[in-house]
């Protein structure tokens, strides 16, 4: 693929490409914008959030926040469980 070139998709340059992909990008942002409205419009609350510390025996830290706010909605600590083959 050149400056100038055919990329091979009928696009004829780098630019075109990229001006595609962009335009890709913000297709799926307004998508996925539109499907996190239509859930919160039906009642549901979309949270994000994981694991914020170390792992060790007792468990680890865990938070969830909203995630159209920011707000803390939860944190504690996650109990460690055995996994595999019982002794």
């Known amino acids: 693929m050149s400056d100038t ?3 091979g998709d009928g696009l004829e340059t ?11 990008c913000l297709a799926y942002r307004d998508r996925f914008r539109a499907e996190i409205e ?5 009642g549901y609350t979309i949270a994000t959030g994981g ?16 995630w159209r706010t ?5 944190s ?3 109990a460690a469980c ?3 083959p019982s002794m």
């Open 5 to 7: 070139g055919d990329t």
């Open 76 to 78: 504690s600590m996650a």
């Open 14 to 24: 780098i630019k075109d490409f990229i001006i595609a992909v962009l335009r890709d």
């Open 38 to 42: 239509r859930l919160e419009a039906e």
């Open 51 to 66: 694991q914020t510390g170390d792992y060790d025996s007792s468990g680890c830290d865990f938070e969830v926040r909203i």
């Open 70 to 74: 920011g707000e803390a909605s939860r």
């Open 82 to 84: 055995a996994v595999g």
